[in-house]
């Protein structure tokens, strides 16, 4: 089983709509938890952290935790074309390791 | 205030060569973590460091891959006798001392084996 999953997509929203992006780990001890945007051929940006159950929004993103679930994820409002990109999810035990799962494919369509 | 600096960004290696992949974290940033990125996978954690101290290489092959991250200069991920399956993209990331979860990512260097 791998410590991250997510669904590779491709996953196509129309501009202006909501893109729900999703994420499970498999590490009840895991404790912080994290959003990355990753352009092609570029590196990993980060867009959001989240450590206790709940959401917490930033702009038009909101990242949602439910650890008894052992589920991220992550929400972008009113989506633009320029969110198209992978969006990878790493999660931290509490060491020096980050687990990222191998990312969603979002393409925001005009 | 620099960003994270990875050179070179991209290098062509031929197999049995040794590649030398450079990283310069953001001023004021003492740790280090080297990823590998294959196509289609996942960011792969190697190593982490800080100056002068290998901390955690858990995710590094136990042969031809070494790591290091001097008093002075750069962190430099060295790769003996390359293979065709060492191609990939490797990414640096470092973190601020008081906060080591908060990664910020370098350009990443591509490598290509022949």
């Known amino acids: 089983q791998k410590e991250v999953e997510q669904n590779s997509g491709p996953l196509s929203v129309p501009e202006g709509a909501i893109a729900s992006l999703n994420c499970t780990y498999s590490?009840?001890?895991?404790?912080?938890f994290f959003w990355y945007r990753q352009y092609s051929g570029k590196s990993p940006e980060l867009i959001m952290s989240?450590?206790?159950?709940g959401d917490k929004e930033d702009g038009r993103f909101t990242a949602q935790l439910n650890k008894a679930s052992q589920y991220v994820s992550l929400l972008i409002r009113d989506s633009q074309p320029s969110d198209s990109a992978t969006y990878l999810c790493a999660v931290n035990r509490g060491g020096n390791q980050f687990y990222f799962g191998t990312g969603t494919s979002l393409t925001v369509i005009p | 205030n620099a960003g994270v600096m990875q050179n070179p960004r991209h290098l062509v290696r031929r197999r049995g060569q040794e590649a030398r992949l450079r990283c310069s974290p953001m001023?004021?940033?003492?740790?280090v973590y080297w990823y590998r990125q294959l196509p289609e996978e996942g960011l792969k954690f190697m190593v982490y460091l800080q100056k002068e101290n290998i901390i955690d290489e858990s995710g590094m092959p136990k042969e031809r891959f070494s790591a290091e991250f001097p008093k002075e200069g750069p962190s430099i991920l060295r790769i003996q006798q390359v293979v065709r399956g060492d191609s990939a993209a490797y990414f640096c990331?470092?973190?601020?001392?008081?906060?080591?979860?908060?990664?910020?990512f370098g350009p990443g260097t591509r490598l290509t084996v022949l």
């Open positions: 590490d009840r001890v895991s404790q912080s």
């Open positions: 001023k004021g940033h003492s740790h």
């Open positions: 989240i450590y206790s159950n």
């Open positions: 990331a470092s973190s601020p001392p008081l906060a080591s979860d908060t990664q910020y």
